[in-house]
């Protein structure tokens, strides 16, 4: 079985915090997502990576980074926390252009 | 482009009656598609893929998706509901990495 952690269940920082979350799978999947999740809205693709050192924005890219040195990791930034970046956030995985799979999510709560 | 639409933000059924969960799609391309499943406080769990081939996909848990190119539909259903069932689902269009989520369905299920 695939299997994708997060570095957190629960997270809350403070306005202008720097804050890191981590997303790691094991099956040695070249894709990796970052989105976030909001009631009503579904989910919106931050960025993803197709590759080591390579990534694209998405359909919500500002206010965040990605880095991905390690083909295993993908670590999404948020370089000043605001409030509105205040939500559930999943971490996915994919070998091809087909089924992605999803880790358990970190609700980050910015005060 | 593509997009999804939930045709129900919420469903309440009583347990052992069927489920209906309503999705239309446009994609430019012959996309594949996706239903998910969220339990509380959970990542998103696969339930079932459509990629072309046969029209009527079943998936885990009982749950099944008829692909109907003529209707731009790909509607999910079980024919008896359990309480396990109670969850959010999200219909989801893929064309190459890029997937686009539905705003979700609530399935609440009544003892």
């Known amino acids: 079985d695939v299997k994708v952690t997060q570095s957190s269940r629960y997270l809350v920082k403070r306005t202008g915090e720097k804050v890191f979350l981590e997303c790691v799978q094991d099956m040695d999947h070249e894709n990796m997502f970052w989105y976030r999740q909001d009631p009503g809205l579904g989910l919106r693709l931050i960025y993803f990576s197709y590759d080591v050192k390579m990534k694209e924005k998405g359909d919500i890219p500002e206010g965040y980074s990605v880095s991905r040195e390690k083909k295993e990791r993908f670590s999404l930034i948020l370089e000043s926390a605001s409030t509105n970046q205040t939500s559930m956030y999943l971490c996915a995985s994919s070998l091809n252009a087909d089924t992605q799979y999803f880790g358990p999510g970190t609700r980050l709560t910015v005060l | 482009a593509q997009s999804v639409t939930q045709l129900d933000s919420h469903v309440s059924v009583s347990e052992g009656t069927p489920v209906l969960l309503r999705c239309n799609y446009s994609?430019?391309?012959?996309?594949?598609l996706f239903w998910y499943v969220q339990h509380p406080n959970k990542g998103l769990q696969l339930l079932l893929k459509?990629?072309?081939?046969?029209?009527l996909v079943k998936g885990i848990n009982g749950f099944e998706a008829e692909f109907k190119k003529s209707e731009t539909s790909f509607h999910l259903t079980k024919p008896s509901a359990h309480m396990s069932d109670a969850a959010e689902y999200f219909c989801v269009v893929s064309n190459d990495y890029k997937l686009s989520f539905g705003a979700g369905t609530t399935v609440t299920v009544r003892a």
């Open positions: 994609s430019s391309y012959s996309p594949s």
């Open positions: 459509y990629t072309s081939a046969a029209t």
